[in-house]
Structure formats: C-alpha cells, structure tokens
C-alpha cells in the first residue's frame, strides 16, 4: 500500500491582535489511507488564504461558533485527485475542496467540484470563479443594485474581492472611485479602467478623503471591504438613496474583533440621505455558483476580466501568508503553491 507524507497547519492558539504563525503548528505524519466507497484522495496543489479566517479565529460567535482549536485551519484548495473510489472522479483530475491546510485529504465525491484546466487557469477557482467572484458578483449586483451612470467606490479595491467589484461595476457601466493602500495599487486600478484610484493613505483624515469625494460628486454605491477611516469619509459623502455594502471590516480585525470600537458614527448620514446598509456573506450564495460562472467565464475567456495573484510558493508559508494580508501586501488573490 502506497503511503503519503502528510503536512498539516493547526490552529493551536486564539490571537488576541496580528495573526501569525505562532498561532499555528505544523505536524507531520505518513498515512497509507484506505478509500471507503465513492471516497477520493487528494493531493493539494494551491491553498487559499482569505481575511475571514481571522474573522472565525474571534473568540465570540459571528456567523458560526469560533474556529474549534487544535483543528486544521480550513481554507479552500486547488488539489488533483492520487487515488479514487468513486465512479465520478479519476487519478489526475482537477477539482476544488474545502480540505483546508494540509497537503493530504481524504474527502467524499459530494464535497469537491471537478475542474476543466481547458476552460481557465485552475487557481480561478480560488479566485474570480470561486468564493471571491461569488462574494463581488453577488454583492455588489444584488445588494449594490448599481445603475449604469452611478458612481460606485471600493475599499480595499486592489484586493481579491475589491479589484472584481471594481470590474463588475465597470462593466456594469458605472463610474469607479477605487480606494487603495499604495501608490503601485493605484496605477493597477488606473489600468483596469476605474475614474480615479485614491491611494487613503495619502489623505491626514477622514474630513480630506470626504472632501474629495465629494468634490468628485458624492457616491452612489459604497462596496466595503475595509471599514475604519475610509468608511468615516464615505458614510459622510452618500447620495441620495445610495446603497452601502459591507463585505468586510480588514481594518478591524487585528485587535477589535472581541472588543469593538464604538458603534457607527455616521448612521444619521443614512437616514439624511435615505441610504441602506446590507451584509453580505459568499455562503448565502453558494447554491448559486453556475449562475455567477455563466456570467463571468465569457468575460475571463475573452481577456475582458484581469484575474491577479500573489503567489506564495511553500506550504510552510501558510501563516505567513494569512499574516500578510494585514500588512496590505497582495494585489489580487493571496494563494500559496504547496510546493
């Protein structure tokens, strides 16, 4: 019986601020797994990392109780399939799982979904025609509901979900205010097509960055994924019936998960201008993932949609990874190459 040496990442130790990886172990074992019916093998080749492991590390419960300790940090994966007992799946096929850290699983045929490298670039699934596209797709058209002609700004616009928002709205026909950490974000988005990139940092306060918005004449959809001083300036510079979603609160998470800031400083901006505010979760759109698809593989098979990376090679990389989404230093999708 062919035997596999295993890596796995666990979760050990709740942060209490900066996630890193003495919040991890890393354990090594060999496993010679026997596959029960219609069970498959795999072998992981690209592991996501996404701010919201942060979110389920808190120690109070937000949508689902918090990240069990001394389990492995879950995570979505690229992997092939090294052995199969299922009619379905074969040695060497592509799919995508939530098998989480680990360079090994054994999962049942039901928990995976194959993938066709023939139709786009495998690490899509983690990305633009994964929980990422899902999240911007469905996010921004169906709680954003932009109009062709509006403006639409985006926080953390740069990033995995923020820079396809900026896309979708784009395509959508709409006017993009893109907001952005650093000055090579910035020129990103200017290729991409959006009216201006703002890099926040170059603004003292939250008042400057509200008056430049609204000197650019105010905002129509608000796509957060940051919240803090780039939420302060834009809950204060709403149009009339302009709709907020909020998709993440980044800024937040190092410290104030368990103990927040204040409540909403700004929620007498909505009622002036008979705003709405909605949360939006990936999960609540799962069941609607060929639709996104359909939408959106056209646009990536035509070069109309740019799906951009960082690439972490090294499963030993893992926490390292996660920490650095915090310190704004991917553009695009964070994933790291097991090897």
Known sequence: MTSYNLKQWFYVKRPDGRVSEQHYALRESV??????????LLEAKYISVDPYMRIQQAAKPNWEQPHALNTVQGAAVVAQVLKSNSERFKQGDWVSAYSGWQTHAVVHA??????????????????????????????????????????????????????????????????????????????WLEELGVAYALNYKQFDS?????????????????????????????????NLRARVVICGQISQYDG???????????????????????????????????EMI?????????GEIQFKTTEINGFENLPSALEGLFEGKNIGKAIVRVK
């Not at 496993?31 to 498959?40: D, R």
């Open 294 to 302: 359909n939408h959106i593989l056209p646009w990536l098979k035509a």
């Open 256 to 290: 104030s998960l368990d103990n927040p800031e204040l409540g909403p400083r700004f929620l007498h901006q909505l009622l002036y201008k008979r705003a709405t505010i909605q949360g939006i979760l990936a999960r609540d759109f799962t069941h609607r993932m060929l």
């Open 31 to 40: 496993i010679s797994p026997t596959l029960a019916k219609n069970e498959v």
């Open 110 to 187: 039901n928990e995976i979904q194959a993938l066709n490298p023939n139709d786009a670039d495998v690490k899509t699934a983690l990305g633009v025609l994964g929980m990422p596209g899902r999240t911007a797709w469905f996010g921004l058209m169906e709680a954003g509901k932009p109009k062709a002609g509006e403006t639409v700004v985006v926080s953390g616009a740069a990033g995995a979900v923020g820079s396809l928002v900026t896309q979708f709205a784009i395509k959508n026909g709409c006017r993009v205010i893109a907001l952005a950490g650093s000055e090579e974000k910035c020129t």
């Open 206 to 238: 939250a008042q400057q960055l509200h008056e430049r918005l609204m000197e650019l004449g105010g905002v129509d959809v608000y796509f957060d994924n940051v919240g803090g001083m780039n939420t302060d300036a834009v809950l204060s510079s709403l």
